[in-house]
């Protein structure tokens, strides 16, 4: 079955970029071997679509009549990994649709990339929602288990983007995942201090 470049996920369309994570979180679907979502294969198999790709996929959705009340880049990866095709897709929905656009993304693109690319995405993007997962560092390398070269940096990295990305995108969320074992207060508190609202996802477990 060829994997899905972009899916219907309740009233939004989602958009898989790509597989590639910095991390390897554990309560995420591909820690424990699946890369499927509500039934679909979001395994791309080391494939990852191009700009044109992702705009013909959703243009036919559109084309079907069906009308998204955003799109959300966010697959089985981290979108910012394919920073390009990203950047370029986003910049191409903008100039054609009005359709809000968000980014789910655990906070690690600025360090991946040896660079502040807030910037570039407050060009295009609406909405960004921030995994933050945990308020201090010690549980934070436990729960996502970056790779070895963003470990050292990764916590405080995360939150430089964070406050970035509330600085210049108006609606800046962080996220943590429901029983984890994350204290919701401290985790409500640090948000606060980087400038961002903090909400609750509920934990998803696939199998």
Partial sequence: ???????????????????????????????????????????????????????????????????????????????????????ETAKILTQKYKFPLRLNTLGLGSLVWGRDITSDLALYFDRVNISLNSADETTWLKLVRPQKQYAEKGFLAMQDFIKNCAKKIKNTCVSIVSNQGVDVEKAKALAQTLGAKLFVREYFDEN
């Fill in 1 to 87: 079955m060829n994997p899905y470049i972009v899916y219907k996920f309740k009233q939004a369309l989602y958009v898989n970029l790509t597989n590639r994570c910095p991390n390897a979180c554990l309560f995420c679907a591909k820690s424990k071997g699946s890369k499927t979502f509500n039934g679909l294969n979001l395994d791309l198999e080391g494939k990852e679509p191009s700009s044109a790709e992702v705009i013909i996929e959703i243009e036919n959705y559109l084309q079907q009549g069906y009308i998204p009340t955003e799109i959300v880049f966010c697959g089985y990866g981290e979108p910012t990994m394919a920073l390009p095709v990203l950047l």
